[in-house]
């Protein structure tokens, strides 16, 4: 239970229990643990689950149960939801940047932050039915065969999500995610968790199927290792790693040929950290041949 | 009820209900003025013409009749606004579209009903197919305004400035929506001049335009006939020029913009051969038939208005076709049965008719389905000619109606020739179970579009426009972007 103060007019409030994303439901961590989140004096602001390797292979099996119906909806389909996502968010603005300020950020900067977050959204809506056109080829082959090539889906990635920035950073390595068709479970930031968790209640609102997005709070040594080494998991995109957690997650990768997708810390509220490649990182590239003639 | 001159009879002697859409969710006012720098105004000449229902003949609205001088108003009102909208940050100019998307997305049966009754379209065809369109094209184009740099790699991006755009009344929301959306998101600014016998649609977009917070004067809608088109793409302070009509207007549009180095796009006329061989599946190929020629009163530059099949199955194709013709009701645009609505306008049904005369003349086999139409409006059956020539006037020339003209061939090449036998050039069809035949013929038609399979398909992510006479640049896709601006070094 979050601690709030009693309100003015002497009604008590009733706070909220964070608990994790996965298959489109809110249960806590099967795990029963818990971490308490203290603001700078010390107060506690929230218990939070401490999610386990058994709640990040649930959400794997959810996220590939999700996966071949997600990227079988159409483009546009999916940016409509992507823009769906940005709509609620910005319902919801004054939510997000309390909760911001109540992890220690300025009430200007949690506006800015939140502000982005939503323009995030609507940029990669709006690349849901365009990077497949700036990515594609028509490849011209010597022999008679009409040739293409194609972006497609990885399938199901894992993700740690940058820690210093808990809502900005989080949207900005999701977005690109899914707009590609990808399913995902997402450990969020460990210092700054409770926007995943109240950005999950949004995706919940916006029309994106169980399973799509999953999102669990925990902490990130314990779990890194799982992320990286699951065997139904295509790819893994860690944020912020020093050199030691690249080796590592790398070697972890390497059973099943993972892709790993490091970036490394980025103000991602810059507009140098939007672009296009940060989908095509979680892209497969399919070539086709047809024969021409009669 | 079924019949051997009507084998598909679906109502095996039961009729059909009407099912008409309400239209009392509709808001048309008596009376439109010009939509300019963000405001409804009045003509300075005063005049006003009326916009009819062609299923009825009635009264829909009197609607302005845009001079010169109101057209130099919108213009430079385009102009005023253009500086602001070029600066602002490409990913709000984005958002202000997607406000348009959305807004029509919540008002998408009202703009479907008054493009029925303004056109004459049936109501499915408007409801399923218009105005989700128009409004996904919207959506797909908003989300380009700031990614511009990546649709043209080693070069920079710069908008035009005003763009003069003149469009028809064959799909009069979605051709708006396909001028308008691109113009906008490159960072242009707009004076639109819809057809004279569908303005409605435009308005009420206009009023979209307005709710959505647009700055006054980025969009302007001017209504009028040819001289308020012509006043449009004429005036010096237009620096693009975007076209959809008939390629003897276009011809005249580009002598006129000869020596101005303004840059034009030219959507303009169509005789698509729907090309059918013997290993297609035959039945699927008759819908395509079907819904290539008889699709909005085949009022579609990109129709499949020659049809070309392969000898052995000629015969089967060609009583099936006139089976399925049997099936097809004419009628009530707003009804949701009907599949055939009212030819747009009265011109248009006298030019439809004379080409019906000239085709007989010329030794063609008419054929009509039986359908009874009403008797208010203006209606023509689905038509096939047979026994026609590539010389014959029904097979060279666009009539823009729901006529078809068939011809046989026996190889490849025969239906290659005789598909490419045309000054124009915009779409194509071929249908075959073979796909390395479908590359061969799509790769060897000189058209801009093909359809594989399937005919008269729209997305706002596949560019269209044609080759040859049917005219220059496309509209649509990554490559539709090109249109709305200069590339730099």
Same mark, same amino acid.
């Given at each position: 239970m979050a601690a709030k103060k009693q309100s003015g007019s002497g009604r008590l409030s009733v706070a909220k229990t964070y608990k994790i994303y996965i298959n489109g439901k809110f249960p806590r961590t099967e795990s029963g643990r818990y971490f308490t989140l203290e603001d700078k004096r010390g107060a506690v602001i929230a218990n939070v689950c401490r999610g386990s390797r058994k709640d990040f292979r649930n959400a794997v099996v959810a996220a590939r149960k999700a996966q071949p119906g997600w990227a079988k909806a159409s483009a546009y389909l999916r940016g409509q939801i992507l823009y769906r996502i940005a709509e609620m968010l910005e319902g919801r603005r004054e939510q997000f940047i309390s909760e911001l300020v109540l992890q220690g950020a300025t009430a200007r900067a949690a506006d800015k932050e939140v502000d982005a977050s939503i323009d995030r959204l609507i940029y990669f809506a709006g690349w849901a039915d365009k990077y497949q056109q700036v990515f594609s080829a028509v490849n011209p082959v010597s022999s008679s065969h009409f040739n293409f090539s194609i972006l497609e889906p990885t399938g199901v990635v894992s993700m740690l999500a940058p820690n210093d920035s808990g809502l900005l950073g989080l949207i900005s390595n999701i977005a690109p995610t899914i707009v590609g068709g990808n399913t995902c479970v997402v450990l969020a930031s460990e210092t700054l968790p409770l926007s995943a968790v109240s950005f999950a209640e949004v995706l919940h609102a916006s029309?994106?199927?169980?399973?799509v997005v999953n999102i669990l709070t925990g902490y990130r040594d314990e779990l890194t290792g799982q992320f990286a080494s699951?065997?139904?998991?295509?790819a893994v995109v860690y944020c912020d790693g020093g050199r030691k957690v690249a080796r590592s997650v790398q070697e972890a990768a390497a059973d099943n040929i993972k892709h790993v997708i490091a970036r490394t810390k980025t103000d991602w509220a810059s507009d140098s950290a939007q672009h296009p490649y940060l989908i095509r990182d979680t892209q497969e590239v399919k070539t086709t041949w047809h024969p021409i003639g009669v | 009820m079924a019949t051997p001159e009507n084998k598909l009879a679906f109502d095996d002697g039961w009729q059909y209900s009407p099912a008409p859409e309400s239209t009392d969710h509709i808001k048309v006012k008596k009376r439109y003025g010009l939509f300019i720098d963000g405001n409804f105004l009045a003509p300075e000449k005063g005049r006003y013409f009326d916009t009819i229902n +062609?299923?009825? %003949? %009635?009264?829909?609205s009197r609607v302005a009749l845009a001079s010169e001088a109101d057209v130099d108003k919108a213009v430079k009102a385009a102009r005023k606004a253009y500086g602001k909208w070029s600066r602002i940050k490409p990913a709000e100019r984005g958002k202000y579209i997607y406000r348009i998307a959305r807004i029509m997305q919540e008002r998408a049966r009202e703009f479907a009903a008054i493009e029925s009754l303004d056109g004459g379209k049936p109501i499915r065809e408007s409801r399923d197919i218009d105005v989700p369109l128009a409004a996904a094209h919207f959506f797909y184009y908003a989300g380009w305004a700031d990614k511009l740099e990546y649709a043209f790699p080693g070069r920079k991006v710069r908008p035009l400035g005003v763009a003069g755009q003149v469009i028809p009344w064959n799909f009069p929301l979605l051709m708006a929506a396909w001028k308008l959306a691109p113009a906008l998101a490159c960072g242009n600014t707009v004076v639109l001049k819809p057809a004279e016998t569908t303005p409605l649609t435009a308005l009420k977009l206009a009023e979209v335009v307005r709710d959505a917070g647009? +700055?006054?004067? *980025?969009v302007n809608i001017v209504t009028g006939a040819g001289e308020t088109g012509a006043a449009v793409v004429g005036? +010096?302070? *237009?620096?693009k020029v975007a076209f959809t009509g008939s390629t003897e207007v276009g011809r005249v549009i580009m002598k006129a913009l000869a020596g101005t180095g303004k840059k034009y796009t030219l959507e303009l006329g169509g005789k698509a051969a729907n090309i059918v061989f013997a290993d297609a599946a035959i039945d699927q190929a008759v819908e395509g038939i079907v819904n290539g020629i008889f699709f909005n009163q085949g009022h579609v530059c990109c129709a499949g208005s020659r049809l070309f099949v392969q000898e052995s199955v000629a015969d089967e194709v060609i009583q099936k076709l006139k089976d399925r013709m049997e099936t097809l009701i004419v009628g009530d645009p707003l009804d949701k049965n009907t599949d055939i609505g009212a030819i747009n306008s009265a011109r248009q049904l006298e030019t439809i008719e004379r080409y019906l005369a000239i085709g007989q003349e010329e030794g063609g086999t008419m054929y009509q389905s039986s359908c009874k139409v009403p008797k208010e409006g203006y209606w023509c059956r689905p038509t096939i000619f047979t026994g026609v020539s590539q010389s014959n006037r029904v097979v060279q020339e666009e009539i823009f109606g729901p006529v078809l003209a068939i011809q046989t061939f026996r190889t490849f090449d025969e239906a290659l020739t005789k598909a490419n036998n045309t000054p124009y050039g915009l779409s194509g069809g071929v249908w075959t179970d073979k796909g390395a035949k479908i590359f061969r013929m799509t790769q060897s038609v000189r058209a801009g579009v093909i359809w594989a399979n399937t005919f008269n398909k729209f997305d706002p992510t596949s560019p269209f426009g044609g080759y040859k006479e049917s005219g220059v640049g496309r509209e649509g896709g990554l490559h539709g972007l090109d249109a709305y601006l200069r590339l730099e070094a």
């Open positions: 029309d994106v199927p169980a399973g699951h065997m139904d998991v295509n | +062609p299923a009825t %003949e %009635e009264k829909l647009l +700055p006054d004067g *980025v005036h +010096p302070g *237009v620096d």
